[in-house]
Nanobody
Framework: QVQVVESGGGLVQAGDSLRLSCAASGHTGSRYAMGWFRQAPGKKRTFVTGITYSGGSTNYIDSVKGRFTISRDNAKNTVYLQMNSLKPDDTAVYYC????????????????????WGQGTQVTVSS
């Protein structure tokens, strides 16, 4: 069983920054391919960014490229999402997800491709 716990959300103004953290715990020493998704009110949960098991590759949706950065600290089994120049359109519940099986270089973007999810953290950006 893998536990995924996000933290770091909050209420900020447009142009501000936030850093989300995601701790994934399971078997000692395990690490996972990870993704960040978000869900705005009345909308589907969609992929934002992901990072491979090794940390060697990342992927971003176009709307966050140059503003968001995903990184991981494998020693802490923690993934971070640094969000800069936040916009009101970034307002959503942000979810961290882990793929516990895949060890390759492909970054999955579908919700069904991740088997463990956190509870979500609210990010609200006011104009």
């Amino acid at each position: 069983q893998v536990q995924v716990v996000e933290s770091g959300g909050g209420l900020v103004q447009a142009g501000d920054s936030l850093r989300l953290s995601c701790a994934a715990s399971g078997h000692t020493g395990s690490r996972y391919a990870m993704g960040w998704f978000r869900q705005a009110p009345g909308k589907k949960r969609t992929f934002v960014t992901g990072i491979t098991y090794s940390g060697g590759s990342t992927n971003y949706i176009d709307s966050v490229k140059g503003r968001f950065t995903i990184s991981r600290d494998n020693a802490k089994n923690t993934v971070y999402l640094q969000m800069n120049s936040l916009k009101p359109d970034d307002t959503a519940v942000y979810y961290c997800a882990a793929n516990s099986q895949y060890r390759g270089d492909y970054i999955f973007t579908g919700t069904s491709e991740y088997d463990y999810w956190g509870q979500g953290t609210q990010v609200t950006v006011s104009s």
